[in-house]
Nanobody, 119 residues
Framework: QVQLVESGGGLVQPGGSLRLSCAASGSIFSIIAMGWYRQAPGKQRELVAA???????NYADSVKGRFTVSRDKAKNTVYLQMNSLKPEDTAVYYCHAEIFTYSSKIASWGQGTQVTVFS
């Protein structure tokens, strides 16, 4: 059993910044990759950013240069630093992790955290 707990969402004006955190806990042998997806009302869930165990990163084109994903391996925690936020960044942000437990490989989701960018 693996749990992902997110924090850091909220309300911010355009141009502002927020930092999301996601901590993984439970029966973790190793983490393959962690990342963030988002889903706006009426839209499909989309990848925002991800980071692998080897620290390779991947970003959606819409956030490149504004968002930074990072990871604290010792804490099994992934962060998403969001700068220069735009109204179109408004969505529920979900943490995602691919993990080897002691018995299998699983994919796990967090409960989601709301980010609202408004003027």
């Amino acid at each position: 059993q693996v749990q992902l707990v997110e924090s850091g969402g909220g309300l911010v004006q355009p141009g502002g910044s927020l930092r999301l955190s996601c901590a993984a806990s439970g029966s973790i042998f190793s983490i393959i990759a962690m990342g963030w997806y988002r889903q706006a009302p009426g839209k499909q869930r989309e990848l925002v950013a991800a980071i692998t165990s080897g620290d390779s990163t991947n970003y959606a084109d819409s956030v490149k240069g504004r968002f930074t994903v990072s990871r604290d391996k010792a804490k099994n925690t992934v962060y998403l630093q969001m700068n220069s936020l735009k109204p179109e960044d408004t969505a529920v942000y979900y943490c995602h992790a691919e993990i080897f437990t002691y018995s299998s490989k699983i994919a796990s989701w967090g409960q989601g955290t709301q980010v609202t960018v408004f003027s």
